[in-house]
């Protein structure tokens, strides 16, 4: 029982440690590659005789100690403590972390919060394909990968439609329809090009699925009547061939029975006609 107790506690821990440390990598502060952004510690209280110190990983940003800035630059810390990122590269992303101490050396605020660098999303680019039934349209944009997708018609948002791809109905699609698609990160919003499909609706009485069915079946019906004729003409050709059998056999045993009352009348004349012989033939 002990040994269980022991175990679903270190399963526990386990557990509770591997939450931490997802939240720890999740990012609380967004901002794009180029633009300024503000890491906000809001420490009513600061004052310069407080030790202020800001880290960035296990890097030190800046430092002041009693008025006199050791690391980093005055300009850069607002007078509530919170720190100012000029121009942010990728390699800034990171955890930031903020400590005030009292003048007597005692903790009074710390602040902890993860930077998250994006870049700025590019315009995207708007296309379609018409097909018998609908118009099917695709937004391309470089690195789609994590990024939102929605669909605007005649600028009204489709709240449905959140990915890269739409198709809608020819039977819904009107003349002059203007479609683009937007997309979106954690930084940046960018608009494609507002494009107007002109797809005709087919002339064909049935869907195309229908005529495929109605080909298939025809072709079927044709091959079914094809292999019916050449069934037929093998029977026929073989009840040829047998006719032709039977009349050979009845033609060869007439010019037998024959060539045998020729050879049985030259024999008879032979004898000299006095001596009558019974052949088996008669005369």
């Not at 499909?197 to 005529?211: A, E, H, I, M, Y």
Request: one cysteine or more; charged letters at 15%; hydrophobic letters at 40%.
């Amino acid at each position: 029982m002990a040994f269980f107790i022991k175990t679903l506690g270190q399963i526990l821990l386990l557990g509770f440690f591997s939450i931490t440390a997802a939240n720890s990598n999740a990012c609380q502060i967004y901002a794009a590659v180029g633009t300024g952004v503000t890491l906000p510690v809001e420490y009513e209280g600061l004052t310069k005789s407080h030790t202020l110190t800001w880290t960035h990983g296990n890097t030190t940003i800046f430092n002041r100690q009693q008025g006199k800035v050791t690391t980093g630059k005055p300009g850069d810390i607002t007078t509530t403590g919170s720190v100012w990122l000029k121009s942010v590269k990728l390699q800034d992303q990171g955890t930031y972390r903020a400590d005030v101490l009292h003048p007597n050396g005692t903790l009074a605020k710390t602040w902890t919060r993860r930077l998250c660098v994006l870049e700025k999303v590019s315009k995207p680019r708007l296309s379609f394909v018409c097909d018998a039934n609908a118009v099917n349209l695709i937004c391309h944009v470089a690195k789609p990968q994590d990024l939102v997708f929605s669909w605007t018609l005649d600028k009204k948002t489709l709240p449905s439609e959140t990915g890269q791809n739409l198709s809608r109905s020819l039977s819904q699609l009107k003349v002059g329809n203007g479609f683009s698609c937007v997309v979106t990160n954690k930084v940046s919003t960018e608009n494609s090009e507002t494009v107007r499909p002109t797809c005709k609706v087919s002339t064909l009485c049935f869907r195309t699925k229908t005529v495929l069915g109605v080909l298939a079946g025809g072709i079927g019906l044709v091959a079914l009547l094809l292999l019916i004729i050449i069934v037929l003409f093998v029977l026929c050709c073989f009840s040829m061939m047998t006719m032709s059998g039977w009349l050979a056999i009845t033609i060869l045993s007439v010019r037998i029975w024959k060539s045998q009352r020729t050879l049985a009348l030259s024999f008879s004349t032979t004898l000299g006609g006095d001596s009558q012989f019974d052949l088996g033939v008669s005369s």
